[in-house]
């Protein structure tokens, strides 16, 4: 038995195959990208300060991060074990390295974009989309291809699995992406705030007008914020979704008369059943095959119909979705050919996860575009002013929280019932949280493809100011102006989709969290009822984590954003002839780089250190508390998450809205209105909600991390005080 | 044994009495009012006005009221007990009559204390502040007579003591306050931020200017809102904080072995221990011993410095704290001497409670007034504009949730571990439970004395405006404005206050619906696991609950302030001479009361219903669904509501701030920047947030009352389906 279960683990191997596949169509597409014509010398200087700005502030940002990475690491070499920390390194390298990778060819992407924009829809699409898709690609193949060799070699193939060394490698992804994420999102915003309001409101000049020293860093922002950020949050998402499954597999070895395995025999490990070991291989085989079917829905994004932009996207977004689907239940279906459980429940699972991230997006879409009401209510407001434009956005946003999580709730409702049928008996449970946990794959099996959807939308942006600040004819502006557009659209509905995954993600941490500590030191000495009062102090402090992240972000963005508005403000009146436009006098956008980038930097550390020890030093208070502070911010943070994200977005389209000249159209006072609507939505919808996003899988990652930890001390230290 | 139990409980009738003497008491204080001299003809007009405004809301919104509390009556009585369906009606009907002689009071008081400002500050302070007295003994003295009463018949003299009859007195207090809350906040929002924006911004005119055909409506609100509504609040809570200490007492009596009682024999109940009947009286004798504390602490209330008036308003509140504490020591050293529980420990539990609202409160003070740096930092952000203002204000208003979390955890902490010194043994976790419950009846004990602060408020605040209305001298306009401005202050510290013991007597209704639970279905057919998926989603659910609260209310005001702005507007227009202020042009003003009223009355129904019926329907499907939600409801409600308020409080005084001639003064443009932040404030903190602080409590009340009927499905219809 031991030996045909051995062959079956083989499987995995198709994992890092389909991810060194997924690298190398990465490779030809870079290279493609690169090869198109970067345009006049103007272009390529102007691209040349984004590309020196976005490396400056990375190089600048992997140096901080890696001292920290180092000392996580040699505290988890310590406290769980050394491999742990290994594979936690690897796991951040890993996501830094994707990270640079989408940076470097999106900021040089920008300028082909522009340039081919001179010919036309199409051939800029294809730039744009090719740059995106490169990110996409690297980040779920570098993620499928770290967990799938840490998986293979310490949960499938050794003779006593160990999940701990595995989830150090799911932390290193989620630490770096909420640094990445959070001080990507401040200098973005940092910038964006300060040139808009001083640029735009102030001096009354168009945006990314050339003589504005704040426009370099507001283009920089957009590639370290909406790319290296956003890739970062996905591949952590998609690595959490891959591994949970994985672990509740495992765990569920190791119980006593499991039908995934033959459980301790003399306290050591005995081996997986062929059920065991095919659930604890299936995530990889689903992730696998999300990578091709996303190489092969690039091939049918092409249009030269700017009114088709956005179909032809999601066209290729849903022939991967088919595709995928496809796979999956025909993997299913051998499954449950093979094995003895009902596999093809599993594929209910992970259908009802993939419809509910589609429809989230789908409702996202509804409350921030302004082709539907709520948006066209928010500038209807703007007319009354500020004041009702603002209450009008956060009343909306807030109501635009209703559906997605009712939506959530349903997907887990389904997913479970679902799981419950494939196993069920006295396993039931375990079974049906099996499936909550592959409805998160199946809305993140596709990630390469809806992260190249969403890293074209900061290309196009950037082609846009390219094009403008380099004075390109205003058709060139026009074709880039329709790409961003869609950009806009499809970034909210990815927004919406990351959301989604990340609450399904980090309940299927949280219930891995719980399975580990259940095995670890028995189920009676847990006390995990909703009514245990330390419990219910953990939900407390779980709720306040998003807010508490929020402030200190929102906080972070206004603090930079002011430094902006006084370096830009003493620019226009020092440096003589700037903003008449004379030849030869140039803004030092130098000088606002180095704010956004100094900024960032320093905003991220506290929030940062704070959500990555918080769930440490709760636990090793009670673990208890920790399991309601983790649920606690979950449930919290999903519906603020999704609150920020919408609000943003849809105060963003009301003031377009009324740019295309309803209700007095530009420069009117409705108009005024809804540019401060706008300016509070850019840390709302670009820092504080993504983050909150990445919060809640990282305190979920950080506890299952440190559950050995928490096991040692018997489940916390406040009992031993308290009795 | 029984007898001298029987003797015992005989005590409980100090709590009718001590309640009886507050009528009284606040009878003598309402004649007092009424006797002194209301001024001229043209305030008596104006008040008039005002009065006939808010009597004519007040009748609206209790007929309709009155069809919902019958047709709820009716549901209790067949779903649940004809005599719960009684309690009910009798809980709702004394919040009804205490809101309407709080209100009657103050809208004649504002024109005395107006008349009174003529000659300092002292005779006006006592008018305004004896005013808020009656409100708050009216409030405190129904609530303990009507809670006390149906106690004693039902809960601690007769054989079987049937909990669910006393749930359902705090069900009627609790759905009647969430209306009270909703349509009072939605009223005077909508009149406030519809005046406002057409008076101050549009028109330039001042504030409680005579042309303003809104003011009218305005000043109504203050009374129908922060008196009618903020009232009920109260009552609700101090009824709820009663109720849950008791609750757990007569449940714990039920348990074989109990140190409260002797438990079931045969099925029946045979009675309390010694312990037992003081545990379950003892809240009575606090609440009493609050009474008599709060009538003491008047008479410290008295100064003519302007400077001092929050100091002699606190020395009050101080007083009766120190009194009552005093008070509750006693009591608990004679529970100790005659009883067998280390009862000095309870002591502990409702002093953690007392010092918490008393820090929280002192916290909101810091984040919302002017003299320290929170509120300053907004006014500085107002330089750079509205936007820079609200994200100033947002993040320094979430950041402003922090410690009261954190000293509401430890102070839940400090009354567990307290109660669990008190009793222990198998029965530690009852005890702790019991002591978290005191804490809430610490902080609320003196409830009658903080409404009478909090009460004090909208009175000045309307003379303020009967002063301006009617022409009276510069001199007492500056007096009223002297009171009005510590109203100010005291109010968001009340609110603090309310949001804290909100907190904790959901907590404590929380438990006592799941002791119950346990009782009537067996702690084995529960699933309170923290990990059961349907309890989880149930957490979502309630994490959701606040923000679609929020929606529903910020949307109501936004859409009836819409209303009021052009009705306001039309005036302007249409009256000939009303703007230049011709002799005997007058507004219409009935028009904006209309306005408001029917606005008001539509808005409250959907979030209201909401509120009372999604309990109900989550627990028809599964109690363990239901728990999850009330929790998830508690941590991000009580969040939530801090967050609201104080982000309102602090944009209100940032503009006040400015006005005092900091960053350019009124008029500058930083100022108008901050009119923007204040007018988005005005439904966050008196509509949205003190709103949620309702809500939190009656989703627990209502399950409470509920628990019979969710028992006899066998804890949901779900399982039915699912297995």
């Not at 700005?53 to 140096?63: I, M």
């Amino acid at each position: 038995m031991f030996e045909s279960v051995d062959s079956t683990g083989v499987l995995a191997w198709a994992a890092p195959a389909a991810a060194v596949l997924g690298m190398a169509f990465a490779a030809y597409l870079a290279f493609w990208v690169l090869k198109q014509d970067p345009g006049n010398e103007r272009m390529q200087k102007l691209s040349g300060l984004i590309q020196q700005g976005a490396k400056a502030f990375l190089f600048a940002e992997y140096r901080l991060l890696a001292i920290f990475a180092v000392i996580v690491a040699v505290i988890l070499g310590v406290a769980i074990n050394p491999f742990t920390a290994l594979a936690y390194l690897t796991g951040g390298i890993l996501s830094v390295a994707a990270g640079f990778i989408g940076m470097y060819v999106a900021t040089r992407a920008n300028t082909r974009t522009a340039h081919a924009a001179a010919g036309g829809i199409a051939p800029a699409l294809k730039i744009a989309y090719r740059s995106g898709l490169t990110m996409g690609l690297v980040v779920a193949s570098f993620g499928l291809l770290g967990i799938s060799l840490w998986a293979i070699f310490f949960l499938i193939t050794a003779q006593h699995p160990d999940p701990e060394i595995v989830n150090g490698f799911a932390m290193g992804a989620s630490s770096i992406a909420l640094f990445a994420r959070v001080g990507g999102g401040i200098y973005t915003k940092a910038a964006d705030v300060g040139a808009d309001l001083v640029g735009k409101i102030e001096a009354g000049i168009p945006e990314d007008d050339p003589r504005n020293p704040g426009v370099i860093a507001d283009n920089v922002g957009d590639n370290v914020g909406d790319v290296a950020g956003m890739g970062a949050d996905l591949y952590e998402s998609y690595v959490g979704s891959i591994l949970a499954p994985m672990i509740l597999a495992v765990a569920m070895a190791f119980m006593a008369d499991s039908p995934m395995g033959y459980g301790l025999v003399n306290g050591s490990f005995v081996g997986f059943t062929l059920d065991g070991i095919v659930a604890a291989v299936m995530p990889l085989l689903f992730a696998a095959g999300g990578i091709l079917a996303s190489i092969i829905g690039l091939f049918a994004v092409n249009t030269s119909d700017p009114s088709k932009i956005a179909k032809a996207l999601n066209r290729g977004t849903y022939l991967a979705a088919g595709i995928e689907l496809t796979l999956i239940a025909t993997l299913c279906f051998v499954w449950q050919s093979v094995g003895k459980l009902n596999a093809m429940w599993f594929f209910g699972s992970m259908v009802s996860g993939l419809i509910a991230g589609l429809a989230i997006g789908k409702i996202t879409e509804y409350y921030t575009s302004y082709s539907h009401k709520p948006v066209k209510k928010i500038a209807l407001a703007s007319e009354a002013g500020a004041a009702t434009n603002i209450i009008e956005g956060l009343s909306s946003g807030m109501l635009s929280t209703v559906a997605p999580t009712i939506i959530l709730v349903c997907a887990v409702a389904v997913a479970y019932i679902s799981g419950t049928q494939a196993g069920g008996g006295e396993f039931a449970l375990q079974f049906g949280v099996y499936g909550i946990s592959l409805s998160a794959i199946g809305m993140l099996s596709i990630t390469a493809i809806t992260v190249g959807v969403d890293a074209y939308g900061p290309v196009a942006d950037n082609a846009g100011g390219i094009a403008e600040m380099a004075g390109l004819p205003h058709e060139v502006r026009e074709n880039t102006d329709a790409l961003d557009t869609v950009g806009n659209t499809t970034a909210a509905v990815a927004k919406g989709f990351a959301i989604a995954s990340a609450g399904l993600t980090a309940l299927a941490l949280f219930v891995s969290f719980k399975t580990n500590l259940a095995a670890g030191m028995g189920e009676e000495n847990l006390n995990f009822s909703i009514d245990n009062p330390y419990l219910i102090i953990g939900i407390f402090i779980g709720a306040l984590l998003p807010f508490f992240f929020s402030a200190m972000t929102m906080g972070a963005v206004s603090r930079a954003a002011n430094a902006m508005i006084i370096e830009i403000r003493r620019q226009f009146r020092e440096i003589k002839g700037l903003l008449a436009g004379d030849p030869g006098v140039e803004p030092d956008t130098a000088a606002c780089v180095r704010i956004s980038t100094n900024a960032a930097l320093r905003e991220m550390l506290l929030p940062g250190i704070v959500a990555v020890s918080l769930p440490i030093i709760i636990g090793i208070l009670d673990v208890n508390m920790l399991a309601g502070m983790l649920v606690g911010t979950m449930g919290s943070g999903f519906v603020m998450s999704i609150y920020m994200a919408n609000t943003g977005g849809a105060w963003d389209n009301a003031k377009k809205y009324i740019e295309t000249g309803m209700h007095g159209g530009k420069g009117s006072e409705a108009h005024k209105a809804a540019v401060v609507g706008d300016t509070v939505g850019d840390p709302f919808k670009d820092t504080s909600g993504p983050s909150i996003n990445i919060l809640i899988k990282v305190v979920a990652v950080v506890s299952l991390v440190f559950c050995p930890l928490f096991i040692r001390l018997g489940g916390g230290l406040l009992h031993l005080f308290l009795g």
